[in-house]
Nanobody
């Protein structure tokens, strides 16, 4: 089985920054893409960003483009999300996920195979 554990969430003022981490362990695959999703209360889980195994392809939701940066360190089986210029509307539980097809162009939660438990990000105005 694959385990994903997110960390780095917290409470921050608008305009501030946070860095999320996601560590993968267990039966990981040779190559896989990873992604970040978020879910606010009463809303659907939405795509935030994704990155292929090599890091050569990175995609972002329009709402975070230019503010968030996704990266990964395969030696540490860890993915990161650097979040800058945070806004109150970024408040949500953030989840990391694995896509076994190594595609960073899948934008729906159903396309991902393994999920972490999530980490809360709260941005105050």
């Amino acid at each position: 089985q694959v385990q994903l554990v997110e960390s780095g969430g917290g409470l921050v003022q608008a305009g501030g920054s946070l860095r999320l981490s996601c560590v993968a362990s267990g039966r990981t695959f040779t190559t896989y893409a990873m992604g970040w999703f978020r879910q606010a209360p009463g809303k659907e889980r939405e795509f935030v960003a994704a990155i292929t195994w090599s890091g050569g392809v990175r995609n972002y939701a329009d709402s975070v483009l230019g503010r968030f940066t996704i990266s990964r360190d395969n030696a540490k089986t860890t993915m990161y999300l650097e979040m800058n210029s945070l806004k109150p509307e970024d408040t949500a539980v953030y989840y990391c996920a694995i896509n076994k097809r190594n595609s960073a162009s899948d934008y729906y939660a159903r396309d991902y195979d393994y999920w972490g438990q999530g980490t809360q990000v709260t941005v105050s105005s």
